[in-house]
C-alpha cells in the first residue's frame, strides 16, 4: 500500500516536470513498471528536520554523504583516480535510473554473480573503490566506511528490505542496437556530445587542481574491473544521464556508439589480473563478456599491460574470496 | 521571437573558434582604446550596472567574453544594445576587449544579504541542485565556486544579481538560445521564478576571482 501511494506520486511527479520542460528540453526517461516499489529517497533538509536521528548519527550521516560528494578527498589513501561517487551515482545517489545507492542497504547481504559470493554493504563499496576509483577500499569497520554506509541506510528510510523490484534501480537498459557498435561513430557522438565537457581527449577538466569534469580513460579514470567498462552499462548511464540535465537526449543507437568509442581506449589495469588480459577476461567472463577487456580493438589488445595507473600496488587486499564450506 | 540558431555542437564551436584566431596576439593597452564604447555601461574596470542589469566583464574569462561577442555579431546572441557594437568590432578588436577586460578587477561591493530564506534556497540549488526536477547544481559545469570553467561555462560568483536573474529567464523563455547543446535551456527551462531569484541572489553574494 505504501509502495503504491508513493508510486502514484513519484508518476505524478514525473509528469508534471516532463510536462513542464517538454517545450524546452524533454526528459526522457523508461517508466517504471506498475508492480515495482518506487522510493523516494530523503534528502539532507529532511535529514535536518527529523528529530527522530540523534545528533551524533546526524554528524556521521552527514560526514558520508560529504564523502560521497567530494570522494576526492580520499585520494593518496582511497583513490587512486580523478573520480567520486557522485560522477556515477548523479543526484547525491538518489537519482532513479542513475544508481542509486540506497538498494545496496536493503537488499544486502546478497550473492553477487561478479565474485560468486554474498558480498555485505561494505564490501559492495569497497568494489567501487577497488574498481571504480581504481583504490584501495577505507578499512571493513572503520570510521569513513561507518560514514557511508550510514549514509545508504539513511537514504534507504522506509524502503522494504530485500525488496528487489525496484523502480529506476541501476542505469536501466537501452534496447539492443541495430547496428553493432561503432568506434568511428561512437568517436564522432563524443565530440559532438561529450568532449565540451570531458574535453576532446576525453581527459575531463580541472579548475585550480580540482576535478570538474572526469577523465573517461586514461590513468585518471576507473579500472577495467569497473562496472562502468561494460559497454551496456556505459550506455544505459550515458542514455539516462548525459549530458547533465538531458536525460533521454541521445538515440539508443548514439548511446551504445559512444559507450563502445569511451570503453575501447585504454585504463589501468584490472585488480584480478592474472598472466594476461585474454587469460583474465576468460576466468572473469560473466563480467568481462561484456567489455572490450583482452580483445583487440584498432588493432592491439585491450588491458595488456601493467599500469595500474597512480595506484602503486595492483589488488587491494579488501578484495577477497570466501566460502561457507 | 528568434529562432533557434543552428549553433549547437561543440564541433561547430571548436571550428568558430579556429577561425576566429586574430593576426596579432591580445593586448590589453589596444583593447582600453577598442572598449571605449563598452564603457559607458559595463564601467572602465568592468563593474557593469547593477541597477541596470549590465553585467560584470572582470571576472568572465577572456574567451568567453569573445565567444559572446562572435554570438551577439552573428546573431546567435541577440540584444540590441549588444549586437550594434558587436557587428562593428573585428576579431583582432574582440581579442583586445577580451584581454583589457580579463586584466581588470572591479571593485564591487557584496550585496547586503537582506532575505536568509532566499540565500539559503539559493545555496541549495547552487552547490546540491534539485535533481528530483533534474536540476544540476550550478556547480556542475560553472566549477567548485561558480568561477567559470573554459569558455563554456562562464564565472556567476560575485555577477549582479539582476543580470543573472535577466539571463536565466532569457534562457528559460527562449530569447536567449545559442548554449552549446542547449545546456542551460534545459535547465533554466525547469526553474520556477523563486529558483531564478534564489539562485541569482545567492551567487552574487559569492566572492568573485
Same mark, same amino acid.
Request: charged share 20%; glycine share 8%.
Given at each position: 500500500?505504501?509502495?503504491?501511494?508513493?508510486?502514484?506520486?513519484?508518476?505524478? +511527479?514525473?509528469?508534471?516536470?516532463?510536462?513542464?520542460?517538454?517545450?524546452?528540453?524533454?526528459?526522457?526517461?523508461?517508466?517504471?513498471?506498475?508492480?515495482?516499489?518506487?522510493?523516494?529517497?530523503?534528502?539532507?533538509?529532511? +535529514?535536518?528536520?527529523?528529530?527522530?536521528?540523534?545528533?551524533?548519527?546526524?554528524?556521521?550521516?552527514?560526514?558520508?554523504?560529504?564523502?560521497?560528494?567530494?570522494?576526492?578527498? +580520499?585520494?593518496?589513501?582511497?583513490?587512486?583516480?580523478?573520480?567520486?561517487?557522485?560522477?556515477?551515482?548523479?543526484?547525491?545517489?538518489?537519482?532513479?535510473?542513475?544508481?542509486?545507492?540506497?538498494?545496496?542497504?536493503?537488499? +544486502?547481504?546478497?550473492?553477487?554473480?561478479?565474485?560468486?559470493?554474498?558480498?555485505?554493504?561494505?564490501?559492495?563499496?569497497?568494489?567501487?573503490?577497488?574498481?571504480?576509483?581504481?583504490?584501495?577500499?577505507?578499512?571493513?569497520?572503520?570510521?569513513?566506511?561507518?560514514?557511508?554506509?550510514?549514509?545508504?541506510?539513511?537514504?534507504?528510510?522506509?524502503?522494504?528490505?530485500?525488496?528487489?523490484?525496484?523502480?529506476?534501480?541501476?542505469?536501466?537498459?537501452?534496447?539492443?542496437?541495430?547496428?553493432?557498435?561503432?568506434?568511428?561513430?561512437?568517436?564522432?557522438?563524443?565530440?559532438?556530445?561529450?568532449?565540451?565537457?570531458?574535453?576532446?581527449?576525453?581527459?575531463?577538466?580541472?579548475?585550480?587542481?580540482?576535478?570538474?569534469?572526469?577523465?573517461?580513460?586514461?590513468?585518471?579514470?576507473?579500472?577495467?574491473?569497473?562496472?562502468?567498462?561494460?559497454?551496456?552499462?556505459?550506455?544505459?548511464?550515458?542514455?539516462?544521464?548525459?549530458?547533465?540535465?538531458?536525460?533521454?537526449?541521445?538515440?539508443?543507437?548514439?548511446?551504445?556508439?559512444?559507450?563502445?568509442?569511451?570503453?575501447?581506449?585504454?585504463?589501468?589495469?584490472?585488480?584480478?589480473?592474472?598472466?594476461?588480459?585474454?587469460?583474465?577476461?576468460?576466468?572473469?567472463?560473466?563480467?568481462?563478456?561484456?567489455?572490450?577487456?583482452?580483445?583487440?580493438?584498432?588493432?592491439?589488445?585491450?588491458?595488456?599491460?601493467?599500469?595500474?595507473?597512480?595506484?602503486?600496488?595492483?589488488?587491494?587486499?579488501?578484495?577477497?574470496?570466501?566460502?561457507?564450506? | 521571437?528568434?529562432?533557434?540558431?543552428?549553433?549547437?555542437?561543440?564541433?561547430?564551436?571548436?571550428?568558430?573558434?579556429?577561425?576566429?584566431?586574430?593576426?596579432?596576439?591580445?593586448?590589453?593597452?589596444?583593447?582600453?582604446?577598442?572598449?571605449?564604447?563598452?564603457?559607458?555601461?559595463?564601467?572602465?574596470?568592468?563593474?557593469?550596472?547593477?541597477?541596470?542589469?549590465?553585467?560584470?566583464?572582470?571576472?568572465?574569462?577572456?574567451?568567453?567574453?569573445?565567444?559572446?561577442?562572435?554570438?551577439?555579431?552573428?546573431?546567435?546572441?541577440?540584444?540590441?544594445?549588444?549586437?550594434?557594437?558587436?557587428?562593428?568590432?573585428?576579431?583582432?578588436?574582440?581579442?583586445?576587449?577580451?584581454?583589457?577586460?580579463?586584466?581588470?578587477?572591479?571593485?564591487?561591493?557584496?550585496?547586503?544579504?537582506?532575505?536568509?530564506?532566499?540565500?539559503?534556497?539559493?545555496?541549495?540549488?547552487?552547490?546540491?541542485?534539485?535533481?528530483?526536477?533534474?536540476?544540476?547544481?550550478?556547480?556542475?559545469?560553472?566549477?567548485?565556486?561558480?568561477?567559470?570553467?573554459?569558455?563554456?561555462?562562464?564565472?556567476?560568483?560575485?555577477?549582479?544579481?539582476?543580470?543573472?536573474?535577466?539571463?536565466?529567464?532569457?534562457?528559460?523563455?527562449?530569447?536567449?538560445?545559442?548554449?552549446?547543446?542547449?545546456?542551460?535551456?534545459?535547465?533554466?527551462?525547469?526553474?520556477?521564478?523563486?529558483?531564478?531569484?534564489?539562485?541569482?541572489?545567492?551567487?552574487?553574494?559569492?566572492?568573485?576571482?
Amino acid at each position: 500500500m505504501y509502495s503504491r501511494i508513493l508510486m502514484t506520486t513519484a508518476f505524478s +511527479l514525473i509528469m508534471a516536470h516532463s510536462a513542464q520542460a517538454a517545450d524546452k528540453v524533454p526528459v526522457k526517461l523508461p517508466d517504471f513498471e506498475p508492480e515495482q516499489y518506487v522510493h523516494t529517497a530523503p534528502t539532507l533538509a529532511d +535529514l535536518d528536520a527529523d528529530e527522530s536521528i540523534h545528533p551524533e548519527l546526524r554528524k556521521v550521516i552527514k560526514r558520508g554523504y560529504d564523502l560521497f560528494m567530494n570522494t576526492q578527498q +580520499l585520494r593518496g589513501e582511497n583513490v587512486f583516480n580523478d573520480m567520486s561517487c557522485r560522477n556515477c551515482h548523479l543526484g547525491e545517489g538518489r537519482k532513479h535510473w542513475a544508481a542509486p545507492i540506497w538498494p545496496a542497504a536493503t537488499t +544486502l547481504p546478497d550473492y553477487r554473480g561478479k565474485n560468486w559470493q554474498v558480498n555485505s554493504l561494505e564490501e559492495r563499496i569497497a568494489g567501487c573503490f577497488s574498481y571504480s576509483m581504481n583504490g584501495k577500499p577505507p578499512a571493513y569497520g572503520s570510521d569513513n566506511m561507518l560514514a557511508l554506509v550510514a549514509y545508504h541506510q539513511w537514504l534507504a528510510r522506509g524502503a522494504p528490505v530485500y525488496e528487489k523490484n525496484i523502480a529506476g534501480r541501476g542505469f536501466g537498459k537501452v534496447a539492443d542496437p541495430a547496428q553493432t557498435p561503432d568506434y568511428q561513430r561512437g568517436k564522432k557522438v563524443f565530440q559532438e556530445n561529450c568532449a565540451i565537457c570531458h574535453g576532446a581527449d576525453g581527459q575531463g577538466q580541472r579548475v585550480n587542481g580540482v576535478v570538474q569534469f572526469p577523465p573517461l580513460w586514461g590513468d585518471g579514470a576507473y579500472n577495467w574491473g569497473a562496472g562502468m567498462a561494460r559497454v551496456d552499462t556505459a550506455a544505459a548511464f550515458i542514455k539516462h544521464n548525459m549530458p547533465l540535465g538531458q536525460p533521454g537526449k541521445l538515440s539508443d543507437q548514439e548511446a551504445w556508439d559512444v559507450a563502445y568509442y569511451i570503453n575501447a581506449q585504454e585504463r589501468p589495469q584490472d585488480p584480478r589480473f592474472e598472466k594476461s588480459a585474454a587469460y583474465t577476461r576468460e576466468k572473469y567472463l560473466n563480467f568481462h563478456r561484456r567489455t572490450l577487456y583482452g580483445t583487440e580493438v584498432n588493432g592491439r589488445v585491450l588491458g595488456e599491460h601493467n599500469n595500474t595507473g597512480a595506484k602503486p600496488f595492483l589488488k587491494p587486499e579488501a578484495l577477497r574470496s570466501r566460502t561457507f564450506d | 521571437m528568434p529562432q533557434r540558431n543552428p549553433f549547437l555542437g561543440a564541433v561547430t564551436a571548436v571550428a568558430l573558434t579556429a577561425a576566429a584566431i586574430p593576426a596579432a596576439a591580445a593586448d590589453v593597452e589596444r583593447g582600453r582604446q577598442a572598449a571605449q564604447p563598452c564603457i559607458a555601461c559595463h564601467q572602465a574596470d568592468g563593474a557593469g550596472n547593477a541597477a541596470l542589469g549590465y553585467p560584470r566583464l572582470d571576472l568572465f574569462a577572456e574567451d568567453y567574453i569573445i565567444q559572446q561577442l562572435q554570438h551577439y555579431k552573428a546573431g546567435h546572441r541577440q540584444n540590441p544594445l549588444m549586437q550594434p557594437f558587436a557587428r562593428n568590432l573585428n576579431e583582432q578588436q574582440m581579442a583586445d576587449i577580451a584581454a583589457y577586460y580579463g586584466a581588470q578587477q572591479a571593485a564591487v561591493p557584496t550585496p547586503p544579504a537582506t532575505d536568509a530564506a532566499l540565500l539559503a534556497q539559493g545555496e541549495k540549488l547552487v552547490h546540491q541542485g534539485d535533481w528530483d526536477r533534474h536540476i544540476p547544481a550550478c556547480t556542475s559545469c560553472h566549477g567548485p565556486d561558480n568561477r567559470g570553467v573554459g569558455a563554456s561555462f562562464p564565472a556567476l560568483a560575485g555577477q549582479h544579481a539582476s543580470y543573472i536573474e535577466s539571463q536565466l529567464q532569457a534562457w528559460r523563455n527562449g530569447t536567449r538560445s545559442h548554449d552549446p547543446l542547449n545546456l542551460m535551456l534545459a535547465v533554466a527551462g525547469r526553474m520556477t521564478d523563486s529558483d531564478i531569484k534564489a539562485a541569482a541572489a545567492y551567487l552574487a553574494a559569492q566572492p568573485a576571482k
